[in-house]
């Protein structure tokens, strides 16, 4: 069945280090994967998407990069800050109304 | 500039008793969708909608009810509460398929 996984449930770097965390999907029909990120008693907070017709978008310090032969796509966050202490999900969605969440990665920056 | 706004934000029931919660959101968003979270597990799909007036089961519907009467409200019910029903609601909205979903702050839910 679809499922999104990742590779480490927690990662902690060293502020201004910068930060990737991986990410493996199953299904290779998936054209849209999404990244989120919540805070501590806060909902997910979209960050960055891409679709399956690019390999790497980038934001504001972050990128993102899709390897579809292998089915694994990963967050990269530069100069990690503080406030990027948080959990991250990496989320795919299929084109129908369920989006599949991966259990999510805490990251921990120490100052 | 509220967003996707849930309510109550804490709630503490007995086995059996019922309780609605609220979910308004002013961007104008067709697609609605409750999920729960529970420790370790990513988001889980209870249902959503396409439009006001219609709703759909998700990955996890039994024990919950909803109702789109207005396209900015989605309402989720739990008609007998269970303790397996204790975990943190989240109401989210979308502009439409294959978009990013806004997240309301979540409801902490515990069952006595």
């Not at chain 1, 902690?12 to 989120?36: M, R």
């Not at chain 1, 934001?59 to 991250?88: C, E, F, M, W």
């Not at chain 2, 502009?95 to 006595?112: A, I, Y």
Request: proline fraction near 3%.
């Amino acid at each position: 069945g679809e499922s999104v996984g990742l590779h480490l449930p927690t990662l902690s770097v060293q502020e201004g280090d910068n930060s990737i965390i991986n990410c493996a999907y199953s299904n290779s029909a998936s054209d849209y994967f999404i990244w989120y990120k919540q805070e501590s008693g806060k909902g997910p907070q979209f960050i960055i998407d891409i679709r399956s017709n690019m390999d790497k978008r980038q934001g504001q310090r972050v990128t993102v990069l899709l390897n579809k032969t292998v089915k694994h796509l990963s967050l990269q966050i530069a100069a990690t800050q503080p406030g990027d202490s948080a959990v991250y999900f990496c989320a795919e969605g299929t084109g129908g109304f369920k989006t599949i969440f991966g259990a999510g990665t805490r990251l921990f920056v120490k100052a | 500039n509220a967003g996707v706004t849930q309510t109550p934000k804490f709630r503490v029931l007995k086995t059996g008793q019922s309780m609605t919660l609220l979910c308004a959101q002013d961007m104008n968003h067709e697609y609605m969708y409750w999920y729960r979270q529970d420790p370790g597990m990513g988001l889980r799909l209870i249902h959503y909608s396409v439009g006001e007036g219609t709703t759909a089961k998700g990955e996890v519907p039994d024990g919950y009810n909803v109702s789109r009467l207005k396209k900015q409200n989605f309402l989720l019910g739990l008609e007998s509460a269970a303790p397996s029903q204790t975990s943190v609601y989240f109401c989210a909205s979308s502009l439409g398929l294959n978009e990013k979903l806004f997240f309301g702050s979540g409801t902490q839910l515990s069952v006595l």
